[in-house]
């Protein structure tokens, strides 16, 4: 039977570009103007638990500013 190590899944979970738009939305409400990608990685790891690259947090950034 195999085990489930929730420790090891726990750091290994990686962000989407939605769920960076969806933080930048609640904290950004109707502002285009919205942070640098490096500003929005520590964020969204705070809030989510989750880690992004610079480049999720770019497309994350570009959809919250298109919807």
């Given at each position: 039977?195999?085990s489930f190590?929730?420790k ?13 738009a969806s933080?930048l939305r609640?904290?950004?409400p ?9 500003v929005?990685?520590p964020l969204v ?9 610079y ?13």
């Amino acid at each position: 039977m195999l085990s489930f190590n929730y420790k090891y899944a726990k750091n290994k979970r990686k962000g989407t570009p939605r769920i960076v738009a969806s933080v930048l939305r609640d904290d950004y409400p109707c502002k285009l103007k919205t942070p640098f990608p490096k500003v929005i990685i520590p964020l969204v790891q705070s809030r989510v638990g989750v880690k992004v690259s610079y480049s999720t947090a770019w497309r994350g950034k570009r959809d919250a500013a298109n919807e």
